[in-house]
């Protein structure tokens, strides 16, 4: 069955930096693109950056443009997350997610079949 599992989440103060990873199994990772999004408390979550089934094409949200990076390894079958920078409003359960084709749609909740169940990062002094 198609399984995503998130690591690399925990507490980092402002300023700092942390490598989200996603490893995925039970699918042709190279035919799917992958989303990563984030939930914060009391907000619906967001597309934050996805990256097409080749990794030629990406997205980032305005939010995290210029400090966040979304990689692929199709070999591995695994997609990271490079956030540095961080703010404490990028503090939120991240998500990666598998699309339903070899292109992101817009990054949005709707071109997204099946989620892992997310990774905590909390951005605090």
């Known amino acids: 069955q198609v399984q995503l599992v998130e690591s690399g989440g925990g507490l980092v103060q402002p300023g700092g930096s942390l490598r989200l990873s996603c490893a995925t199994s039970?699918?042709?990772?190279?035919?799917?693109?992958i989303g990563w999004f984030r939930q914060a408390p009391g907000k619906e979550r967001e597309g934050v950056s996805c990256?097409?089934?080749?990794?030629?094409?990406?997205y980032y949200a305005d939010s995290v443009k210029g400090r966040f990076t979304i990689s692929r390894d199709n070999a591995k079958k695994m997609v990271y997350l490079q956030m540095n920078s961080l703010k404490p409003e990028d503090t939120a359960v991240y998500y990666c997610?598998?699309?339903?084709?070899?292109?992101?749609?817009?990054?949005?909740?709707?071109?997204?079949?099946?989620w892992g169940k997310g990774t905590l990062v909390t951005v605090s002094s």
């Open positions: 997610a598998k699309s339903t084709s070899s292109y992101y749609g817009g990054c949005q909740q709707n071109s997204m079949h099946f």
């Open positions: 039970g699918f042709t990772f190279d035919y799917y693109a």
């Open positions: 990256i097409s089934s080749s990794g030629i094409s990406t």
